[in-house]
T-cell receptor
Framework: GQQVMQIPQYQHVQEGEDFTTYCNSS?????IQWYKQRPGGHPVFLIQ?????EVKKQKRLTFQFGEAKKNSSLHITATQTTDVGTYFC???????????FGSGTQLTVLP | DGGITQSPKYLFRKEGQNVTLSCEQN?????MYWYRQDPGQGLRLIYY???????QKGDIAEGYSVSREKKESFPLTVTSAQKNPTAFYLC????????????FGQGTRLTVV
């Protein structure tokens, strides 16, 4: 079945540094979603990308969907302590296109 | 106030006992999911439901059971057959199964002793 892999698993950055997490799928995705989970919390939807090569921005966050629709990235510019958490990508998988999550990237921002 | 509610937030059970986790949504969503999260790990799909009276196994369904008798409710039973039940359980719902964002409940942290 489809697998959605994320790298890196962990990332520690100094406040003000940039951060990027990458998501790769073994199959073409019709769309990809990104979620953020704060420590002790639940995942919260950030964005959905649908088109090949699509780029979307939310303030300091930039999301990209690859041309082949098999990979995606999330880039955070000038990280802040409020960015701490685990970032997950997710895409439809299987015969019913159920939502399957990547393994996540846990971001720590050092003040 | 619309949303998805899981209860309880913390649950302790003795080994060998079945336990049922509640998940209720008033968002009028057709699709519902149950995920399991272990410390430092991602979300693994246990069961999902596209519509009332229908549900399908996810990647790690062994030792779990669900029902979908009402659109609003998707309870998860962790049976004694589940080898390592201690985990954080997350319920989610979405308008339909794919291509729409998922809304998560606060989660239930189950500890089996």
């Amino acid at each position: 079945g489809q697998q959605v892999m994320q790298i890196p698993q962990y990332q520690h950055v100094q406040e003000g540094e940039d951060f990027t997490t990458y998501c790769n799928s073994s199959t073409t995705l019709s769309n990809i979603q990104w979620y953020k989970q704060r420590p002790g919390g639940h995942p919260v939807f950030l964005i959905q990308l649908v088109k090949s090569g699509e780029v979307k921005k939310q303030k300091r966050l930039t999301f990209q969907f690859g041309e082949a629709k098999k990979n995606s990235s999330l880039h955070i510019t000038a990280t802040q302590t409020t960015d701490v958490g685990t970032y997950f990508c997710a895409g439809p998988s299987g015969s019913a296109r159920q939502l399957t999550f990547g393994s996540g990237t846990q971001l720590t921002v050092l003040p | 106030d619309g949303g998805i509610t899981q209860s309880p937030k913390y649950l302790f059970r003795k080994e060998g006992q079945n336990v049922t986790l509640s998940c209720e949504q008033n968002l009028n969503h057709d699709a519902m999911y149950w995920y399991r999260q272990d410390p430092g790990q991602g979300l693994r799909l246990i069961y999902y439901s596209q519509i009332v009276n229908d549900f399908q196994k996810g990647d790690i369904a062994e030792g779990y059971s669900v029902s979908r008798e009402k659109k609003e409710s998707f309870p998860l039973t962790v049976t004694s057959a589940q080898k390592n039940p201690t985990a954080f359980y997350l319920c989610a719902s979405s308008v339909r199964l794919s291509n729409t964002e998922a809304f998560f409940g606060q989660g239930t942290r189950l500890t089996v002793v």
